[in-house]
């Protein structure tokens, strides 16, 4: 009798050939010499084609935590067939449950629903597997976790290829504006190592899924920082250079009654569906397939296009599928995972029904993926002692620098939970922040009550002086007036637009609360020249007992005695002249820090966030003027604090101006945000406090040191309080350290679009703080109009430093203008008079304007003197941050320094 095993090895081949897919395992099992022919290339390859042949598509699908293998056949003319090829089997043998999945090439990574401490990578053709351990896992209930994507690096060939995969934390965690973590794992060499993302110029939604291509994966994305739509922009990350590209625009521009889905056709192309709603329209729909497509550019082609309101929509928010030969597109229905549709051109239409052909199951779908047969294969981790590629000191500093900002974090967390104990609401809620969108909507809900309560509101005195015509008005809204002009996104753009079309001194109102802007250099001048004390108030409604707009504060405190002796004090003891030469140690040393870690990311080429790096500068140096020391153990708490203030200020000009309303109806808007904020900085500030004062006898040198003496006099001019002290620290280090670190970020930007620059240029076009608040304490006549008293003044800094009466060409940027000499020969101060007022003016005007350029000049100089800077765009994207009180930039600045010299500082 004829043994199979005496049979010439092609037909040994061609028999096995014929075995479908989930047997296969089975077969290897059955011998050592079938195991090492169905492993051979030459056979693997036969065998794909073989039971590909009469396949028209595969589909992966998650069930129940399990995967099953699906084939879609498509026949001209006749009903379209899908039927379940069975539940992929090897998993199944160490009863791993599989919470997400991702492919790329024939691989699948499996995310395990009850071990968050490995992932799984799998080639169910070969039957390989390779379990990874992750470094740091988080269970299903925290408040953040990790996306993943699958990839490789092509090294010559579908046999030369390097896989990869990247796993990444980049969401809102309370009162940080991200948390950030990129790390890519290599099979090759078993290694994790940290990305260089600090703060990416994208943003890419939480839930998100990305889709691999060519070995690099693609997602949906949108500017960071931007109110724009995740759903206009995709990114690329190469896993060959382990790097983002740029934001490549779609072919179209989706709405808020749109949605978009990403898929990809035989992992060849890249496909993306564009799903219009309207209320009482057909519902529409676009398929695009990209013709060309890199890391860095992408074109399209529209592959199929639907009208037609007698069908559900065509596809869940998870997957599509592309059959490019029939022009078809196939999804299963969102909400009925029973049903696959299948949609074509001229109205084509059919809809399947799964759950005779499948079972019930299908209903339980959680996902689903095209996949491809792949021979790749997955490389095992070196053996026991072996060589392994160690970890190196910067990647343990980076992994050491997350873990430590995911234990400030934690902090965080535990803080928000304590404070909102008791609330019927759970933590994730708890820390969710109500953005101005939202509260625009609160406030429009509540208009109606509001009308109820009109009697309540003051209204206008008449005139004392006799003058009773107010400066022009823009149309306004009924009830509301101009609310909607200051809870637009830009405020200092949209009032400059204003100004440009109604004039330069223009009266607004909210509901009935005055507001006079002003937009002009002449306007401005005659203002803080003849009616500087009458607005040397800002009369602001503070919040009791909070460090941050409360009434123990230095910024919002109204002109009195207060006020003077503060500004005394940080005057002569911090901001002035002898001040600032006895901080020049402090400065000179972080500058030097500044320096080192720079010229260490140029010799090793890396890219730096310079917002990042001005940011820590600024922070560091403000740390030991105020406190004498750097917060190491706080520096996260602290900056995520700083950064949400920016925030909470636009929010609380908002509450102060509905104060009253609000009041009678027994609203209070933003106070638990605010006292949130306020009670953390009280626990950081409060333990240096305690420090300070044991060891007063040591020190004397820095600014608790100077207002703990200042507290402790009983004879001071003004006996200031324990709360004092920590509210002037919160101010002093609020105005100095962001606002600073954005100016550098601004002018390095203008430098780097254009070769030349100084700062002056740059803080004339991108002021800190854009627009000025104070109060008329009392009625006068400005420019022959009358000024009630108590009407807020708003002074739109950006706008008077870009009036077009005073400065040539204001839109351009020209630091020569600060150089030009005027017609008679003399140099001409273009900082003089009220033309120039990036840090306000008057009495008000920013005391620590003076640190504010010795800040701005060192880090400015050393980044321009010691490097040169690149970056992959062409040029540096200047928009700005949506809905800030302070002027930041919306896409951060990440820039490879270049090295000119390695002593500059010595």
């Not at 199944?92 to 090439?105: E, L, M, P, R, T």
């Not at 803080?528 to 009434?551: A, I």
Request: proline residues 4%; aromatic residues 12%; contains cysteine.
């Amino acid at each position: 009798m004829t043994k199979i095993s005496d049979l010439p090895v092609n037909l040994v081949e061609e028999i096995l050939s014929k075995v479908p897919l989930k047997y296969m395992r089975a077969v290897r099992l059955t011998c050592k010499e079938w195991d090492t022919l169905s492993k051979s290339r030459s056979f693997s390859k036969m065998h794909i084609d073989k039971i590909s042949a009469g396949e028209s598509m595969m589909v992966v699908v998650l069930m129940r935590y399990n995967l099953y293998l699906m084939n879609v056949v498509l026949v001209v003319n006749e009903d379209p067939l899908i039927e379940c090829k069975g539940q992929l089997t090897c998993l199944d043998k160490q009863n791993y449950k599989i919470s997400h999945v991702f492919h790329c090439d024939g691989l699948l990574l499996c995310v395990l629903k009850d071990d968050y401490t490995k992932v799984i990578v799998w080639n169910p053709y070969w039957g390989q597997t390779r379990s990874i351990e992750c470094r740091y896992s988080v269970g299903p209930n925290r408040w953040f976790w990790f996306s993943y994507a699958l990839g490789y690096e092509d090294k010559g060939g579908s046999s030369c290829r390097a896989y990869k995969f990247l796993r990444f934390i980049d969401q809102f965690v309370g009162y940080e504006d991200n948390f950030i973590w990129y790390e890519i794992y290599d099979f090759e060499s078993s290694s994790w190592k940290t990305l260089d993302v600090i703060t990416p110029h994208w943003r890419i939604n939480l839930y998100e899924r990305g889709v691999s291509l060519k070995g690099n994966t693609y997602w949906l994305a949108s500017p960071r920082n931007t109110y724009e739509g995740l759903d206009n922009h995709i990114i690329c990350f190469d896993f060959t250079s382990e790097s983002f590209g740029p934001l490549l625009r779609l072919p179209f521009d989706a709405g808020d009654d749109a949605t978009v889905t990403l898929s990809c056709v035989r992992e060849e192309k890249l496909a993306v569906l564009f799903t219009h709603y309207e209320l009482e329209g057909p519902l529409e729909f676009e398929i695009w397939i990209s013709t060309k497509i890199e890391a860095e550019k992408v074109s399209w082609s529209k592959f199929l296009r639907v009208v037609d309101a007698e069908f559900e929509p065509l596809i869940s928010y998870d997957c599509f599928f592309i059959d490019e030969e029939k022009k078809v597109a196939m999804s299963f229905e969102d909400a009925y995972p029973t049903k696959f549709n299948i949609v074509g051109e001229a109205g084509y239409f059919k809809k399947l029904e799964l759950e005779e052909r499948l079972g019930r199951d299908i209903k339980w779908m959680q996902h689903a993926c095209s996949y491809v047969r792949s021979l790749a294969d997955i490389k095992q981790p070196a053996a026991a002692g072996g060589k392994r590629k160690q970890q190196s000191e910067l990647e343990k500093q980076r992994y050491d620098q997350n873990m430590a900002r995911l234990a400030a974090l934690k902090k965080l967390s535990r803080a928000w939970q304590q404070e909102n104990k008791g609330d019927n609401i759970p933590t994730m809620a708890a820390m969710m922040i109500v953005d101005f969108q939202n509260c625009f909507i609160f406030i429009l809900l509540c208009l109606f009550s509001l009308l109820c309560y009109t009697l309540f509101f003051r209204k206008q005195k008449k005139s004392r002086l006799g003058f009773d015509d107010l400066p022009p008005s823009p149309p306004s809204l009924p009830i509301i007036g101009h609310l909607h002009i200051i809870l637009s996104l830009l405020i200092h753009k949209s009032l400059q637009k204003l100004a440009s079309k109604y004039g330069p001194l223009l009266h607004l109102r909210i509901f009935n609360f005055p507001i006079v802007l002003v937009s002009s250099a002449s306007v401005a001048e005659e203002i803080f020249k003849t009616q500087d004390v009458n607005v040397s108030s800002r009369s602001l409604p503070t919040s009791e007992g909070s460090l941050y707009f409360g009434s123990s504060g230095f910024i919002f405190a109204p002109y009195g005695d207060y006020w003077k002796f503060m500004k005394k004090l940080i005057t002569t003891k911090l901001l002035g002249p002898q001040a600032l030469e006895r901080s020049r140690g402090i400065r000179g040393d972080e500058v030097k820090l500044f320096y080192s870690n720079l010229l260490d990311k140029a010799m090793r080429k890396e890219r730096v966030d310079i917002g990042e790096e001005a940011m820590k500068l600024t922070n560091n140096s403000m740390c030991k003027i105020l406190m004498g020391r750097v917060c190491v153990e706080d520096a996260e708490i602290v900056r995520g604090l700083v950064a949400k203030t920016d925030s909470l200020t636009k929010k609380l000009f908002l509450a102060s101006v509905l104060r009253r309303p609000l009041e009678k109806l027994g609203i209070s808007l933003f106070k638990k945000e605010l006292m949130g904020v306020s009670s953390m900085f009280d626990e950081v500030l409060e333990r240096y406090l305690v420090e300070h004062e044991k060891k007063q006898e040591e020190q004397g040198g820095d600014m608790m040191d100077v207002l703990i003496e200042a507290y402790r006099d009983e004879n001071a001019e003004y006996k200031i309080t324990r709360n004092h002290i920590k509210s002037s620290l919160v101010d002093l280090f609020i105005a100095g350290s962001e606002t600073t670190s954005n100016s550098i970020e601004w002018t390095m930007a203008e430098l780097i679009n254009n070769p030349k620059t100084v700062m002056k240029e740059g803080l004339r076009l991108h002021p800190p703080a854009p627009l000025v608040v104070r109060t008329f304490q009392e009625g006068c006549e400005v420019k022959g109009f009358y000024i009630p008293e108590k009407t807020t003044l708003v002074v739109n800094g950006y706008a008077v430093m870009r009036d077009p009466d005073v400065w040539e060409d204001p839109e351009e940027f020209k630091p020569e203008r600060f150089l030009a000499t005027s017609r008679s020969g003399q140099e001409e101060d273009k900082t003089k008079g009220l033309r120039y007022i990036p840090f306000g003016s008057g009495r008000r005007g920013c005391p620590g304007s003076n640190l504010a350029y010795l800040f701005l000049g060192a880090a400015v100089g050393v980044m321009v003197q010691a490097f040169d800077w690149r970056i992959k765009e062409e040029k540096v994207n200047m928009d700005e941050v949506a809905g800030a009180a302070s002027l930041s930039m919306a896409h951060p600045i990440h820039a490879t320094p270049v090295a000119r010299t390695r002593n500059l500082l010595t």
